[in-house]
């Protein structure tokens, strides 16, 4: 299709003297009909002429709003042939209600997973580390850390640490870590989440293949045995771009009549 203007670049972009800088308008405007599926990934952007006749703006316009959106991973560059739609990662619905592991979730939407590890060890504990699980002096934490791949698409960094009294061996672990610590009856049965927005820095950018400065979502994960004594005490960070994080709210119990707070 390289060459021809298909879904939103066949009607004109309409920019206004008064939205702002005239690049970021254009910019804007090619993001939302991505973002909004009327251009597929792989899509070839119109030339920087006719974009530009389209628009209304110079070329010199065109040219910044096409190198912030390559840098931004929107659209991808091919020497000699042109500016195309960059591929959009499938996004993936996690429900917040059930404590399941990378790899169940990965499994129940038919993907497979893979993992690029980064670190697993034995470490003498961080003050956090020795607080949140519970270790008394002379402990020592497991701590793995691992790039989450599902097919070749990485999606998340996770960082994990364990007291080295339930996880002596990080290199015994095949793939799953709760199907590891589910064989030695240690699988967590209660976590708490705390998520939070982050932008992306360039290590773990690198990593998850995206621009430095993307979205992400910080979650840090705290989970729990049967009989209450801390497991896992996991920081993961999710790309922005692939994850929707879906809870289901219920009305809570309403004040009885006439009682006081
Ligand atoms: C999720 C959680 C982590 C947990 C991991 C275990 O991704 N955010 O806290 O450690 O699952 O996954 P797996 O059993 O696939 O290693």
Redesign the pocket.
């Known amino acids: 299709m390289a060459g021809h203007s298909t879904g939103a670049f066949a009607v004109d972009p309409v920019l206004s003297p008064r939205g702002g800088p005239l690049y970021l308008q254009l910019k804007r405007w090619i993001e939302d009909a991505v973002h909004a599926g009327a251009v597929r990934p792989g899509d070839a952007l119109p030339s920087e002429r006719d974009l530009a006749v389209k628009a209304d703006v110079s070329r010199v316009t065109v040219r910044k709003a096409v190198q912030h959106l390559v840098r931004d991973g929107v659209l991808v560059q091919r020497h000699g042939s042109g500016t195309f739609v960059a591929p959009q990662p499938a996004r993936v619905e996690q429900s917040l209600s059930q404590l399941?592991?990378?790899?169940?979730?990965?499994a129940r939407r038919g993907m497979s997973?893979r993992?690029v590890w980064l670190d697993r060890g034995l470490y003498a504990p961080s003050p956090e580390e020795t607080v949140t699980l519970g270790l008394s002096a002379g402990d020592h934490v497991a701590r793995i850390a691992?790039l989450?791949l599902a097919g070749d698409t990485p999606l998340?960094i996770?960082r994990?640490a364990l007291s080295a009294a339930v996880l002596p061996d990080p290199q015994a672990?095949e793939?799953?870590?709760?199907?590891?610590?589910e064989r030695r009856g240690n699988r967590p049965v209660r976590?708490i989440?705390r998520i939070r927005a982050a932008a992306l820095g360039e290590g773990d950018a690198r990593l998850l293949d995206v621009p430095v400065g993307a979205a992400s979502l910080n979650?840090e994960?705290i989970?729990y045995l049967a009989s209450g004594r801390v497991i896992?005490f996991?920081r993961?960070i999710y790309r922005g771009d692939t994850y929707d994080f879906v809870a289901e709210l219920r009305l809570g119990e309403q004040p009885q009549n006439g009682s006081r707070r």
Request: glycine content about 0%; proline content about 0%; hydrophobic content about 40%.
């Open positions: 399941t592991s990378f790899t169940e979730d990965m997973v993992a691992r989450r998340a996770e994990a672990i793939s799953s870590l709760y199907a590891h610590l976590a989440q979650i994960r989970s896992e996991t993961s």
